[in-house]
């Protein structure tokens, strides 16, 4: 079985390119994620994939072109643009960000369905396959969309590498930043359009609805291992190519499966592993620790009885 999915990996067109699509796309989504993990804006790659739908079907109606490059050019002007309006909405009124999130998410996602519906009674086949962008429909990458895929991508984690600092601070001490002279509010606008950049990439693979955990699960599966944020982000780029992988050869292997809550199952997989096993945090070594506590408690208190 493993000789023919390593065959099938380099020979095979459809699996060779689906699996290099989703590995690309789990990295850049791993890699960005953990910051909006740190952050604790785990939800804002939610509000930004759901914030992407209108995007693309307006670039649709303008173009009537379906050319990857130009979908997600709508879907990452759209998404910018609602992660604007949330930071706008927490900064200039007293609703938290949770609030804010969700009403950016459903009233977005909400006009998105309503062009979407408009735009598939129209009576022409133009606009056939735009729905794919819900749930994802990985099987239909081709090579010119990875390409798009890993050159966005590059630049998305070239980016990680240039402001790492920025970033950093960003992400541990706002305020620290501000007194070394950084303009953070700068920071904070480069950073989510970068996230931005990589949810909306994967958005033809996993879909709107999924694609939240791409950003998540990686990031939340590699702080289970490790204190340090460049560990964390090497390992979560690693786990979202791995899920990527993974997901895509499984959908590739099983009849009927398919490939994008694939590589999602496949990235939960990772979370639990990790939440179970990791060291120092995962259960296992919770439980470990508290029985050893409990036993030489329970050891001393009989010396002193004794």
Known sequence: MFPQIFHDLLFDYTVRTVALGAGVLG?????LGSFAVLRRQSLLGDAISHAALPGIVIAFMLTGSKAPIVLVLGAAIAGWLGTLLVMTIVARTRLPEDSALGIVLSVFFGFGLV??????????????????????????????????LVTLGAVALFAVWLFWKEFKLL??????GVSL???????????????????VIGLQTVGVVLMSAMVVAPAAAARQWTDSLRTMVIGAALFGALAGV????????????PTGPSVVLTASALVLVSITFAPHRGLVWNWIRHRRNTERIVSRARVVSE
């Open 27 to 31: 990295m850049v989504s791993g890699a």
């Open 115 to 148: 062009l979407l519906t408009f735009v598939q009674q129209q009576p022409d086949a133009a606009q056939a396959g735009l729905d794919r962008f819900l749930f994802g429909q990985a099987a239909t990458l081709l090579a010119s969309d990875v390409v798009v």
């Open 171 to 176: 992400s541990f001490d706002r305020d620290f």
């Open 181 to 199: 002279g950084y303009r953070m509010q700068v920071v904070d606008v480069l950073l989510t359009t970068f996230l931005v950049l990589a949810i």
């Open 246 to 257: 993974v997901g895509a050869v499984a959908s590739a292997v099983t009849p009927n499966l």
